[in-house]
């Protein structure tokens, strides 16, 4: 049974900087990708970042393309999205996801997005 478990929410003034963490359990980081997607109250649920089973392969969306980064620590079977320069606009509920049938390029379609296993979801608010 797959379960992944989301931590590194809160609250950041426009600018700060968040890391967000994603533990991966019952799922190998070197067979499944993870992503990370949000979704915004009154919005559509959003692709964010995706990477892949080697280290190579990432993607992220064009909003936050610059700002944030994601990266793994195999050993910890956890995936990371630090996130910088936060504005306004990416106060939203994060979840991350995955689905060893979905590689990164899945992300890059318009929701909704049929994952087979999501985590709970992190709330990231960026407010003065």
């Known amino acids: 049974q797959v379960q992944l478990v989301e931590s590194g929410g809160g609250l950041v003034q426009p600018g700060g900087s968040l890391k967000l963490s994603c533990v991966a359990s019952?799922?190998?980081?070197?067979?499944?990708?993870i992503s990370w997607t949000r979704q915004a109250p009154g919005k559509e649920r959003e692709g964010v970042s995706c990477i892949g089973p080697d280290d190579d392969h990432t993607y992220y969306a064009d909003s936050v393309k610059g700002r944030f980064t994601i990266s793994r620590d195999t050993a910890k079977n956890t995936v990371y999205l630090q996130m910088n320069n936060l504005e306004p606009e990416d106060t939203a509920i994060y979840y991350c996801v995955t689905d060893h049938r979905k590689l990164c390029a899945y992300l890059k379609r318009p929701p909704p997005y049929d994952y087979n296993y999501w985590g709970q979801g992190t709330q990231v608010t960026v407010s003065s």
């Open positions: 019952g799922a190998s980081l070197d067979v499944y990708p």
